[in-house]
């Protein structure tokens, strides 16, 4: 019976003991010290993982305050989160371990499941809410070579694949531009919605090279087969060029039909 008891015991030790170290932070670096009685790790040339989270973190210094469950990273960070095949690059980053919130100083490069290429700085990365968002400007690649430029503030929403922006630029695979205010922008449906919208179609476009074709609306939603966008102004025929005659077609609704043309 004591025989059994103590094999018992061992196995809810080694479940706990388990538990406790899932939690816990590991590191693998050429140099450690260790202050403040333990409370406080300092890694140097360092790869940091975090098993709970599957996070993998490799930067020249690591700083790990226990209390505060803060880790800072400097210099050559490369961030690895295995769960949502995102990976990060930067100078300097801070993870709040309780928060599961990840924010990078300086410029920094996202690769989303390579399919998203973001370049940004002083962004923020919230694994609990699968955002990534910040107040400079940032600017997206997407896998089918369109281009999103952002300002004044974005939200990419990772799971939902959804951008929002203040002010956004959007360069097609065509060599279309868009501007929007206030736009959302679905990357898995390629739907666009957005208000005070302009659009410098690509010069040859509607056939004619010396055309300056250019569309602007009040509000607008676009998708890969048509544009819609309301109190609109169109013309192919820029007014500044002075060998093309000036003229403008206006509508409350205009529908442009992408493939036709």
Not at 56 to 76: G, P, V
Request: net charge positive; glycine share 4%.
């Amino acid at each position: 019976m004591r025989i059994s008891y103590l094999i018992i015991i061992f196995i809810i030790f080694c479940s706990f003991t388990k538990s406790l170290l899932a939690d816990e932070v590991n590191f693998n670096a050429k140099k450690m010290e260790v202050e403040e009685n333990g409370n406080k790790i300092i890694a140097f040339i360092s790869e940091t993982y975090i098993p709970k989270k599957k996070i993998n973190i490799k930067s020249d210094i690591a700083n790990y305050n226990k209390k505060e469950q803060i880790l800072n990273f400097i210099d050559k960070v490369k961030l690895s989160d295995l769960n949502n095949n995102l990976y990060i690059e930067g100078d300097k980053m801070k993870y709040e371990k309780d928060k599961d919130l990840f924010y990078s100083y300086g410029n920094t490069k996202f690769n989303i499941n390579d399919k998203y290429i973001i370049f940004s700085k002083n962004v923020f990365y919230n694994r609990n809410t699968q955002t990534i968002y910040g107040d400079d400007f940032t600017k997206i690649e997407d896998d089918k070579k369109n281009i999103f430029k952002l300002k004044d503030g974005f939200i990419f929403d990772i799971e939902k694949e959804l951008i929002k922006s203040k002010s956004s630029t959007v360069l097609d695979n065509e060599n279309n531009t868009y501007f929007f205010e206030n736009s959302i922008v679905n990357l898995k449906t390629n739907e666009i919605a957005g208000k005070e919208l302009k659009v410098e179609f690509e010069k040859s476009y509607f056939g004619n090279e010396k055309n300056d074709p250019v569309l602007k609306g009040r509000s607008s939603y676009s998708n890969d087969d048509e544009l819609k966008v309301y109190k609109a102004v169109f013309s192919t025929c820029n007014i500044e060029n002075k060998k093309c005659r000036g003229w403008e077609l206006s509508a409350d609704e205009f529908k442009h039909d992408k493939s036709k043309k």
